[in-house]
């Protein structure tokens, strides 16, 4: 079930970068099901809390009528940035899936997370993740 939830992440990367975002995806997940799901939209927004995981924690929220996502998983393309990571803490979500580090901010080793229980995986569909953002910042440089 990892694969499938982290391919509909990466699908919403996609969506991301066709429309020129830095092509991140986020999907939550309750009782396994796909409650929310989106993209990366600061640049089309012009706003820098349009993450791909705050969009996807405010659909959740607003979804299951409560602020509280105990019993959420979230799935990330790439591993969230601390406002990303404060969030889903504050949401408290259970369970951080994501497929490559962020090794701009690399806040899964932030001191924030040593008061949690939160679970955290990486690596899952990592190659093509890390594709997804490859081929974005190459076609970047291109124009």
């Known amino acids: 079930m990892k694969e499938y939830f982290m391919k509909e992440a990466i699908r919403e990367a996609i969506k991301a970068k066709n429309i020129e975002e830095i092509p991140v995806g986020a999907v939550i997940v309750y009782n396994n099901k796909i409650i929310a799901r989106a993209y990366n939209k600061k640049e089309k927004l012009q706003n820098s809390l349009m ?43 259970g369970k951080i899936y994501y497929g490559i580090d962020n090794f701009k ?29 490859n081929d974005f910042f190459k076609n970047m440089r291109g124009k």
């Open 51 to 93: 993450h791909a995981e705050l969009i996807a924690i405010n659909k959740a929220c607003k979804k299951l009528n409560s602020w509280r996502l105990n019993d959420c998983e979230i799935y990330v393309t790439l591993e969230p940035c601390n406002m990303c990571m404060a969030a889903i803490i504050e949401s408290r979500i």
């Open 105 to 133: 901010t690399h806040s899964i080793n932030n001191e924030m997370l040593k008061e949690t229980k939160i679970n955290i995986e990486s690596g899952i569909l990592e190659s093509k993740c890390k594709n997804v953002l």
